[in-house]
């Protein structure tokens, strides 16, 4: 499951999003109006604004399903489209499509879990998040002749790892899973084979190609106070690391083109 190796960058890295998310208890003022101080703050990075008004899922009160109402998620962009923060009255977070490296990532998030603390000063955070969304897609590796058996370890695979068992068969297999993980954090992994629709920029057609799909969602939950934020996100990206090391067999590494962080 896990794997004690060295970090290491992919030139054809699998990754599509990263996501990290702080949440922490209401701050009204976040909702009552829109956080224009801390537009101003991140405006140089991420000039792009936009509010969105989302229904919150309803929840069980005395056996019944009561509606909760709406949540303003207010987004900053930047002017490649590619970095998002949201927040809202309960979260903040920094989501990615171009993720290179955790320094880089981590350099942003410093800068607007600064601004945020020092606007909001929220109590503590109650739940410290990091998830990594990744498709491995055998056309892209060159590794359309093999299964996905000798690239994905067994434990990641399920039923489909039996030797007796052809992978054609397989209309859905995902898993998903809830596990503790080093240093007092805990792992939802979801994994499997899938579709992962793309467009052709030129054309504007979509076309859709088989991925195996690792979503690793790392967290820590109980009040983290503010001055061990950045501790507690370094302990889930350390075990985020080993996750992923651990699903993938070395002959997917070496397609990936590995070098040593």
């Not at 702080?22 to 224009?36: S, V």
């Not at 101080?37 to 792009?48: H, L, M, N």
């Not at 949201?86 to 879990?113: C, G, V």
Request: hydrophobic letters at 40%; a negative charge; proline letters at 6%.
């Amino acid at each position: 499951m896990f794997s004690n190796e060295a970090r290491f960058i992919y030139e054809k890295n699998p990754i599509i999003e990263v996501i990290c998310q702080l949440r922490f208890p209401d701050i009204l003022k976040i909702e009552a109006q829109e956080p224009f101080e801390f537009q101003d703050a991140v405006r140089g990075e991420y000039p792009g604004y936009q509010k969105n008004v989302e229904q919150l899922p309803p929840q069980n009160v005395n056996g019944k399903m009561v509606p909760q109402g709406t949540v303003n998620n207010y987004q900053f962009i930047s002017a490649d489209g590619q970095w998002k923060i949201s927040l809202t009255k309960n979260f903040i977070a920094l989501s990615t499509h171009r993720y290179t490296r955790w320094e880089e990532f981590a350099k942003r998030l410093d800068f607007i879990l600064a601004e945020f603390i020092r606007l909001y000063s929220p109590a503590f955070f109650h739940r410290v998040g990091l998830r990594y969304i990744n498709a491995f897609n055998r056309k892209v590796l060159g590794l359309e002749e093999l299964g996905w058996r000798e690239l994905i370890q067994p434990g990641y695979l399920g039923l489909m790892a039996d030797d007796d068992a052809p992978e054609r068969a397989f209309l859905k297999n995902e898993q998903s899973i809830t596990a503790a993980v080093p240093g007092g954090s805990k792992a939802n992994i979801k994994c499997g084979p899938g579709l992962m629709r793309k467009v052709n920029n030129a054309t504007h057609e979509t076309q859709e190609e088989p991925v195996y799909m690792l979503d690793l969602d790392l967290y820590m939950e109980g009040n983290t106070p503010i001055n061990r934020a950045v501790p507690a996100l370094n302990v889930v990206h350390g075990n985020a690391g080993s996750l992923f090391r651990g699903a993938i067999t070395d002959t997917l590494h070496d397609a990936m083109l590995p070098t040593e962080a």
